[in-house]
């Protein structure tokens, strides 16, 4: 599979029409999801990341953070469900385009400025890097969309899933970021794997969540470890997402390793060389990404 735009559209109809073979009721999931995209003005908290960059951890630390503090003994699967059962403010979680899974942009489509829509909302622009999440891109390509080749070398320079779409979309919220400094909070996925805590408490702070005590910080980052999220991947999940068939294949997960620095033993060296010319050329100078990790 070279990754052309045809061959992503191809495989994610495909994708689509199996699941909802086997699973009809996902159909009311995906109906549901396409109305919240198409909606963004009424969603006063918005987290934006490039896929692979840690929201699905995100969400699950703020889903129990809520869920602990209020005594909520029910489940929640989806983070833009927590308003039906508290009032916190409608949160949504979105790759703001830059997924390939849905309409898919190119490295120059994700440079389009599209700031107002999130202009109203207090954003978390939840960042990673970018040779981590070409790594974990990677795996997910192969192991959950479908593609049964995808060649790692042609993955860096491809227009559509390619280093430079990811450095596009992260200079474009940089930029957005520094213009609305009041109104978005970045965090970094290895400030959140280095200090849990500390991470979900700032932004627990930020968007004016209330914690009753620090133990359900705590609790709630316990509760969000990378085993129990993986325990949690099942055939019978409400999310599309949240399951694996290859349960002894650790790729195969959604989340599945949350290692930084993984792109040190999955490149080669001239590999890295290249990618670290391509990262000190054209990603902002203010991201800590620059140097070998």
Known sequence: MKGRKSDFYIQNIKNKLKLFANKPAYIGFYLNRLVKYNSLTSFPLIIVSYPKSGRTWLQKMLIE?????????????????????????????????SSWEEIVLTDEDIKVNDWKKYAHAKNIFLMRDPRDVLVSQYYHIIHRTGYRTFDKNYLISNKNVGLLKIINFMNKWKAFSKENSDTILEVSYEEMKLNPNESLSKICTFWNIPISNESIIDQAVKNCSLDNMRKAESDTSKSPWSHTSQKNNKNSFQSRKGIIGEYKDFFSSPEIKLINQMIHENLHESFNYHEPS
């Open 65 to 97: 953070v809520v869920r602990l503090n209020l005594g909520i003994e029910d489940q929640i699967s989806d983070i833009s469900n927590l308003s039906l059962h508290t009032s916190i403010p409608k949160i949504l979680s979105t790759h703001a385009g």
